[in-house]
């Protein structure tokens, strides 16, 4: 919807009617029976003087008089050469003074719309000025139809001739002149939206009220012989002579050619862009040297095997007993296991292992130091709150756009409140047909009625209250049934369409009551260009309303007004189903409505998502020491192995690390986001069963290899494996998560810092008090005490006393049976995942993916659809529908000029385009220019510019504008008023005029006074002469999908930023809809940097903590492979780049690291127990792959890749598109592909990449870790025979 204020004329021109002559124009077509213009001849008339009017309000009709011309006398001379020019100085006419008199009052008001284009004002001047004064009318008027009255005969009908040539030309030189006030082409108010000559001559010869009083046709053949069109030559726009020459807005031919435009991401080979070109052809280079190199290998291969034959026919090929020796002796991948250690792992395992220790010698003080702590920073609780302004969740305050709109409001005031509805005729079985009918348009009307007379409920507002109104009177409500002049008795039942095409045609002659003409495209849709108007299948209807500053009781009455057309509307929506139609709707205060309510919509999926991932994890931690056989053996032992306890303890220390996270931000009064509430739960909730995971299986682990422990040592052995573990994936999340506190967005910064509190916070209690619980649920267990309920000891479970018989010695603890799971995983998974041939098949098919997914990140789109951001039951969905099939307009946007000094003429020159010494790329000169690509610049409206606008008002020839001393202001100035702009006021004279035009009111007598039409748009400082802020208005073509608004909003930026290279001027572009869209001209290079730089800080963290550069670039790779592949997987899923997306992609940089770094470290540190079961074809960094992936592979699929994928899976079932699109659809991508990565592609790489290995600190101390790894290997089967296949 254009900018409203282009609405404040006052009954703007009577339609272009007050520009036909009210003492020179005709009738009704009639034939007359005797000829009234019987002689066709040079030097004789066919109509002279006034004979008086048809009625007593009618105008003046002209007498029939078909005798000679005559000479006038002196002061008609004058008057005549004054008005039409020069070339009357002599010569006999055919009119008298009072037709120059009332000729003189009609062309003033043409003459403020066209005047700035001076080939359209002399080729309008001159037409009229021909037929009225010239001496040979006979020549080519002939009178058709006349009146008698009062004893004389009054013309009511004529013909008159015009040729081609001179018709063309006219409407050529004024087809594209503007009328700055209305932001809209001149012909629409001249011509009547005339498309070539003849409409133009139809429109302004039609005898109408207000336009016209008599008939003009203007025939383009002819039967009388004696008559033809004079032999006028038009101006041009572009004319030889300069005098006529009009400026580029007006006249596209004089206009400088810009530069072509680039769009960015513009680089393509072929159909495909750059980028995929680049990674497919790289990726098929690859491919083809890998095969190649393949080839030749085997061939080589073949040609040694071959050679060697040859040779062994020549020696003895039985082995020595040495070599039969050595071969019984080997000691496969115990040969070269590391033998060094790592300081800093060793520092790391020693510093959990104390804590482990202390933790578990002192359970209660630590659980009670934890809860209280955490207490203490719940507290900020009491200063939470929820952020639900999208303006203030998704725009940084410090951003370019956050601050323009501060200066546009501040200076200009609020932009309008839009209240719109759209009618539509689509329910039929058989198709959408016309959505207008007499009996729908006086039910509307009813409707429109009802609105009117609305009331709130809480301040009693009305829209008379708080409507727009440019005119002082008449509220802004852009409707058809303006076309009927908001009055059911002027649609008749028969002939309603015809009124409607009419005004369709031609808008000017339909004015509301507020006087802006109303364009089709405003109100009508669903129907062709060229079509019916009146098979419409859609009308649309906008209330326009004031704004005002936030938290004033202005708005509040505002807002109450739109509370009750909401609850009006939604019963208006009822009465339309009866009629066969829909409605659909907004307020101004829906969307936000429908936002926030959009985030409870599925509050039980997310719930059941996170009992699920709860459920899982309790089941799957009691699984560690309880098999299915154990369970039917001895049933009684569930009860004493199940750790449901410890699975609720661990929810709850997700639960404690959130709300300590959010109450310690909330006390530095940091607001939250819904986004927080529903997702940060998820993601501790993901890494903290994790850990929970690992930390269990590794106790486990120790307790069958040190049974003779007490509990507090097995606990500071297991933290002391794990812990640097936990540390190592806690740092690089929090890191990750941390880095989105850089972003100028609310909404990503608050996520980012909560979310990393939250991560660090949890890990930090997992390794205090869970090890606490852990130690205490250990306890029970040995003391065969049930879960939930330790006061019950199960006397017949499988814990057995040692032989003390009862004593409180050292228990005993019986090995329970490997899982299927990590049987899989040892005996099946490892050993063919790290065969030669399936690593070069990972390796190739990995990588491929990842060149698929470089591939495809060209095709990410950019933007967030208001649809998916809504519930799918909102009735805001219809509405954007509606608005994107049926709205043919495009929104408003101002081009703001700040700090700009209009009173040095150098500086008006930067600005003005409708005068010869404007700059050639000035502002308006650019902004009309670039309305002529729309396509490019998404720009479709012509400029309102103050200034031309200002000086035109300024021209003395329109008289009843500027007055001073009841004389026009400019009358007698020396140099007098020229389109040069010399002698135009400067300084304090410019300032002391500006303030006269922008209080001047906009009204019949003066269309250019600027108080309607400019009085909200220039800011003057009186004391310093200058204008602090002014705006030029356009709008842009109609924008029906996000990438229209990325790319409108992109193009106005880019146009502000030339023109201000070009001028020097301060400029920046201003729409309603800028500052949600300001995200997307840096969102790509943020999302690179805040990737970039958490693939740097994890990179920088692995290689502190494996102490292997090589090992550190293998897991980022792996994290960077999968990040490209969600990426990729964005696009195919339709998952589009916006800052919940990024959130998102944060998440998965984070995850990504915690499904690596747990088998990177195994890796890095192997087990002296599983190091010493590997398959002895395995050695070096294979082996240490397959002990890596035998010690925490099941932990990472069970513990992180099952937990996730059912959470995830869960989201399948949302109602929320919000949630179904960008977490559903983005999570799954990530549970996937990191998975896949961790599981599959990390092992084959480090097993072919990774660096030299550590020895594990658990390993050192001789005899004691001997005999635990012993003990270890003894009571888990080996099941060696099968270990030795190859």
Not at 263 to 279: E, I, N
Not at 560 to 580: C, I, P, S, W, Y
Not at 1160 to 1184: C, H, I, Q, V, Y
Not at 1204 to 1232: C, P
């Amino acid at each position: 919807m254009a900018r409203l204020s282009k609405a404040r004329l006052s009954h703007l021109v009577a339609a272009s009617g007050l520009v036909l002559l009210s003492g020179g124009f005709g009738s009704a077509v009639a034939v007359a029976e005797q000829p009234f213009t019987p002689k066709h001849e040079a030097g004789r008339c066919a109509i002279r003087g006034h004979c008086g009017s048809k009625s007593f309000f009618g105008s003046q009709l002209p007498c029939v008089d078909n005798g000679l011309a005559e000479e006038p006398d002196d002061k008609l001379r004058k008057q005549l050469t004054d008005l039409c020019g020069p070339k009357w100085n002599s010569g006999p006419v055919c009119c008298l003074p009072e037709q120059l008199d009332t000729l003189k009052d009609s062309l003033s008001t043409a003459n403020q719309i066209i005047s700035s284009c001076p080939a359209c004002k002399d080729n309008f001047y001159n037409m009229f000025c021909t037929f009225t004064c010239s001496p040979d009318q006979s020549l080519f008027i002939n009178v058709t139809k006349t009146l008698v009255k009062n004893g004389k005969t009054l013309v009511t009908e004529l013909d008159q001739l015009i040729s081609k040539e001179y018709g063309t030309g006219f409407y050529d030189s004024c087809k594209d002149v503007k009328f700055g006030p209305t932001n809209s082409r001149a012909m629409d108010l001249i011509g009547g939206g005339a498309k070539n000559y003849t409409q133009m001559l139809k429109f302004l010869g039609q005898e109408r009220f207000g336009g016209s009083p008599f008939q003009i046709n203007f025939p383009t053949e002819y039967s009388e012989p004696d008559m033809e069109a004079r032999p006028m030559k038009p101006k041009k726009c572009n004319d030889e002579d300069p005098n006529f020459r009009c400026a580029c807005v007006d006249c596209p031919a004089v206009c400088p050619e810009l530069p072509a435009v680039e769009k960015a991401g513009s680089c393509y080979v072929g159909s495909l862009p750059c980028l995929s070109f680049a990674s497919i052809f790289t990726y098929s280079i690859l491919l083809l040297s890998f095969i190649v190199a393949v080839a030749a290998h085997f061939a080589w291969k073949r040609h040694t095997q071959r050679r060697s034959e040859r040779l062994q026919l020549l020696t003895d090929a039985a082995p020595s007993d040495d070599e039969d020796e050595g071969y019984l002796t080997q000691n496969g991948a115990m040969f070269d296991r590391p033998q060094k250690t790592y300081i800093i792992n060793t520092w790391c395992d020693a510093a959990f292992s104390r804590l482990g220790y202390v933790a578990a010698r002192f359970p209660a003080i630590t659980i009670i130091t934890s809860v209280i702590a955490v207490a203490i920073l719940s507290a900020g609780w009491f200063r939470f709150e929820i952020e639900q302004d999208p303006a203030r969740l998704w725009v940084s305050p410090t951003s370019a756009a956050a601050e323009e709109k501060a200066f546009f409001d501040s200076n200009f005031g609020p932009f309008y409140r839009a209240e719109k509805i759209f009618l539509v005729n689509d329910t039929n079985a058989e198709g959408p047909g016309p959505v207008l009918s007499y009996d729908n348009l006086i039910w509307w009307m009813g409707v429109e009625k009802q609105v009117r007379n609305l009331k709130g409920k809480s301040w009693g507002t009305t829209l008379d209250d708080v409507c727009f109104k440019p005119t002082g009177d008449a509220c802004v409500v852009q409707s058809v049934a303006a076309y009927f002049q908001d009055d059911p008795s002027m649609v008749n039942p028969k002939d309603w369409k015809t009124q409607l095409r009419k005004c369709a045609d031609s808008p000017v002659e339909c004015r509301p009551a507020y006087g802006q003409p109303l364009e089709p495209n405003m109100i009508l849709g669903g129907y062709p260009e060229s079509g019916d108007p009146a098979d419409a299948t859609a009308f649309t209807v906008t209330w326009v309303v004031n704004n005002f500053p936030e938290g004033s009781p202005e708005l509040s009455r505002a807002m109450d007004f739109e509370e009750a057309l909401k609850g009006l509307l939604l019963q208006v929506q009822n009465e339309t189903t009866h009629r066969g139609l829909r409605l659909s709707f907004s307020t101004e205060i829906s969307l936000e409505q429908e936002l926030n309510k959009s985030t409870n919509t599925d509050a039980k999926i997310i719930v059941i998502s996170y009992i699920i991932m709860f459920l899982y994890a309790s089941l799957a931690l009691g699984s560690t020491t309880l098999s299915v056989k154990d369970f039917f053996r001895n049933p009684a032992i569930s009860l004493v192995e199940s750790k449901f306890t410890l699975g609720v303890v661990g929810i709850v220390i997700v639960l404690m690390s959130i709300t300590a996270s959010l109450g310690l931000f909330s006390w530095a009064g940091l607001k939250a986001t819904l986004i927080i509430v529903d997702v940060i739960p998820f993601i501790v909730l993901a890494v903290g069963v994790d850990n929970i995971f690992l930390i269990v299986h590794e106790f486990e682990r120790v307790n069958i290899s040190f049974p003779d422990e007490v509990v507090e040592v097995r606990i500071s052995k297991a933290l002391g494996r794990m812990g640097p573990s936990i540390l190592f994936s806690a740092i690089t999340e929090t890191i990750s998560f941390a880095l989105g506190a850089f972003v100028g967005m609310p909404a990503v910064r608050n996520f980012a810092i909560y979310a990393a509190g939250a991560v660090f916070i949890n890990a930090i209690l997992q390794v205090t008090m869970f090890i606490s619980v852990l130690t205490l649920n250990q306890i029970r267990v040995e003391d065969a005490r049930a879960d939930c309920f330790p006061c019950i000891r199960i006397k017949s479970a499988r814990v057995h006393l040692d032989a003390n018989n009862g004593s409180q010695g050292a228990r005993f603890y019986e090995a329970p049976e490997e899982s299927l799971l990590q049987q899989f995983i040892r005996k099946t998974y490892a050993p063919k995942l790290l065969g030669k041939k399936v690593k070069a098949g990972v390796i190739i098919v990995f990588l491929g993916i990842f060149a698929a997914g470089v591939a495809l990140i060209p095709e990410v789109k950019l933007g967030l659809d208001q649809r998916v951001a809504i519930p799918d039951d909102s009735y805001l969905i219809p509405y954007f529908n509606d608005l994107y099939d049926y709205f043919d307009a495009g929104p408003p946007v101002y081009f703001v000029t700040r700090g700009f000094n209009a009173t040095e003429r150098k500086h008006q020159q930067q600005v003005c385009s409708r005068y010869t010494t404007c700059q050639q790329m000035s502002l308006t000169n650019v902004l009309e220019q670039e309305r002529k690509r729309p396509d490019v610049s998404y720009i479709s409206s012509p400029t309102a510019s103050w200034i031309d606008d200002f000086f035109q008002w300024l021209n003395p020839d329109n008289e009843k504008c500027c007055v001073e001393n009841r004389k026009a202001c400019f009358a007698k100035r020396d140099p007098s008023w020229n389109i040069t702009l010399s002698g135009m006021p400067e300084g304090d004279e410019f300032v002391h005029y500006l303030n006269k035009f922008l209080s001047s009111p906009t009204d019949e007598d003066c269309p250019l006074g600027g108080q309607a039409t400019y009085g909200t748009a220039v800011v003057v400082d009186s004391e310093k002469t200058t204008i602090p802020a002014s705006h030029f208005r356009t709008a842009h073509s109609p924008l029906r999908s996000q990438e229209d608004f990325i790319e409108a909003y992109a193009s106005a930026r880019r146009i502000a930023k030339e023109v201000s290279a070009n001028t020097g001027l301060e400029v920046f572009p201003y729409s309603v809809f800028y500052v949600f869209f300001d995200q997307y001209a840096t969102i790509v290079s943020l999302t690179g940097a805040l990737l970039g730089s958490a693939v740097g800080i994890i990179f920088v963290v692995s290689s502190i903590l494996l102490g292997s550069l090589l090992t550190a670039a293998v897991v980022t790779l792996t994290v960077v492979m999968a990040i490209v592949d969600i990426i990729g997987a964005m696009a195919v899923m339709g998952v589009s780049l916006n800052a919940v997306s990024l959130v998102n992609l944060i998440i998965c940089v984070g995850i990504a690291v915690e499904f690596c770094a747990h088998i990177a470290r195994a890796f890095m540190f192997p087990s002296r127990t599983f190091l010493e079961r590997a398959k002895n074809r395995f050695r070096g960094k294979d082996a240490r792959a397959w002990t890596a992936l035998a010690n925490v592979g099941g932990s990472v699929f069970s513990g992180i890749t099952v937990t996730k994928l059912l959470g995830v899976t869960v989201l399948a079932f949302t109602r929320s598109k919000i949630f179904e699109i960008y977490y559903f659809r983005v999570w799954l991508a990530l549970v996937i592909f990191a998975a896949t990565h961790a599981l599959i592609f990390l092992p084959v790489a480090l097993s072919l990449l990774g660096g030299d290995g550590y020895m594990d600190p658990e390993a050192e101390g001789g005899l004691e870790e001997d005999l635990a790894a012993r003990r270890y290997r003894a009571l888990v089967p080996d099941d060696s025979d099968s270990d030795d296949e190859e």
